[in-house]
């Protein structure tokens, strides 16, 4: 298959790995090795996948999510496999649909020192993590804050179902969660938020890619 790319776009680039999944890249710089043009090669920015970095994949990282780091190559066009789409946090969270080639990023990553720009992010529910968007969540009608079904005695088949929910502090008196409310999390905004998480590191290194 014959495609066009651009400097900026993101494309998947072939793993030197059999099995491995294409890695995620930003174009930079497109060059050719020879006068006439052929043997064109690449400088690319590697995005990371959560699993790639030192801290690893957490709880709150999303199945599409990759990490925009400071990892330049030089590789070989031949190994582009073609074009894919890395979206803002928040313009993920409103696809109708998400594609095997869609991604998204809402941090920098540092390959050396393995930290995140920002280092700090907003957090939700009892359990204080960061929104994952492949989590459905009820809302409090009362204080507008998130809840994870699971952190509020319910499953998410169950929170589908539900019409209102006030959380515990909101309505220590009521009765059961019967009338909850099933209106699942689908943006990353949140005024006043009153807590935010470090975005932590750990003594993971991560192996040279080759391609």
Known sequence: MVFRFEEGDAVLMRSS???KPSYVARVEAIEATDARGSNAR???RWYYRPEESMGGRRQFHGAKEVFLSDHF???SADTIEGKCKVHSFSSYTKLSSVGNDDFFCRFEYNSATGAFIPD???V????EMPYNPDDLMVQCEECSEWFHPSCIGTTIE?????DHFYCEECSPELENLDNANSTSKTTDAKVNTKRSLEVSKSRN???KRSG
């Open 158 to 162: 169950a929170a589908k179902k539900l």
């Open 120 to 122: 700090r992010v907003a």
């Open 73 to 75: 190559d030089l590789q």
């Open 17 to 19: 790995e059999p099995g």
């Open 42 to 44: 690449v400088r690319v």
């Open 124 to 127: 939700f529910c009892k359990c």
């Open 205 to 207: 290194k991560h192996a």
